[in-house]
């Protein structure tokens, strides 16, 4: 559970931080497109940790 958490912490903190998403530059859009690309891939990525979080892995472990 530990190691879960820490990931999900982890994962939030480099989707939110504008330097790792750098890498858009080189398709070219125009900035209005590019802060679309990054916001719904970051919203995608943020809720698909939420998720995770929110598994209950004690119902996992059978």
Same mark, same amino acid.
Request: aromatic share 6%; hydrophobic share 35%.
């Given at each position: 559970?530990?190691?879960?958490?820490?990931?999900?912490?982890?994962? =939030?903190?480099?989707?939110? &931080? @504008? +330097?790792?998403?750098?890498?858009?530059? =080189?398709?070219?859009?125009? &900035? @209005? +497109?590019e802060d679309k690309l990054r916001n719904d891939t970051k919203a995608q990525i943020l809720s698909g940790e939420n998720r995770v979080a929110s598994q209950d892995l004690d119902l996992l472990k059978g």
């Open positions: 559970k530990n190691d879960l958490s820490a990931d999900v912490t982890a994962m =939030r903190n480099v989707v939110t &931080k @504008k +330097e790792n998403w750098k890498d858009l530059a =080189r398709f070219g859009l125009k &900035k @209005k +497109e």
